[in-house]
């Protein structure tokens, strides 16, 4: 619940948060784990690093997951 919980105070839908972070945390530096979190989420999402990776990955993002 706590990350449900946080994730919409955040305003993040939480079944596709938790996809994308289990696909970027296997190459995700561990210096920047903290751009993981929901408070950071939103900001990583903006970061060019992120969304290649996400891009990379073989398994579609779901159509409201992509950054405006």
Do not use: F
Request: glycine share 2%; with cysteine.
């Amino acid at each position: 619940m706590s990350l449900i919980a946080s994730c919409a105070l955040h305003g993040i839908e939480p079944w596709a948060y938790l996809r994308d972070v289990l696909i970027l945390l296997p190459t995700w530096p561990p210096e920047r784990v903290i751009e993981l979190a929901p408070k950071s989420w939103k900001q990583t999402l903006e970061n060019a690093d992120a969304r290649q990776r996400l891009a990379a990955s073989p398994w579609p993002r779901a159509p409201d997951a992509t950054p405006s």
